[in-house]
Nanobody, 116 residues
Framework: VQLQAFGGGLVQAGGSLRLSCIASGSGFNINTMAWYRQAPGKQRELVAAIRAGGRTYYVDSVKDRFTASRDNAKIMVYLQMNSLKPEDTAVYYC???????????WGQGTLVTVSS
């Protein structure tokens, strides 16, 4: 399974971006799809996650600004990011978690830069 994330770029504070991540391959059963980010000099953090049933999780700093969604038929996950702030600047990674067997798949990362 390979994941490809895209949609990052440079945006001014207050702007929006939509990230997408698509999986290629077969023979996997994904439960949770998630987005992580890693800012320079910081640890990677979980930003948003969406389970197969649609339940979502967001880190407090992005609540009411970011929205995760998924398309199970296309095996894709999206992250709509609104009201972006300079502190949202990071490399964003998509992650797909498979339960049986337990395995995590990672995308290559897409850079989001928010200018003030």
């Amino acid at each position: 399974v390979q994941l490809q994330a895209f949609g990052g770029g440079l945006v001014q504070a207050g702007g929006s971006l939509r990230l997408s991540c698509i999986a290629s391959g077969s023979g996997f059963n994904i439960n949770t799809m998630a987005w992580y980010r890693q800012a320079p000099g910081k640890q990677r953090e979980l930003v948003a996650a969406i389970r197969a049933g649609g339940r979502t999780y967001y880190v407090d700093s992005v609540k009411d600004r970011f929205t995760a969604s998924r398309d199970n038929a296309k095996i894709m996950v999206y992250l709509q990011m609104n009201s972006l702030k300079p502190e949202d600047t990071a490399v964003y990674y998509c992650n797909f978690h498979q339960i049986v067997p337990s395995q995590d798949f990672w995308g290559q990362g897409t850079l989001v830069t928010v200018s003030s």
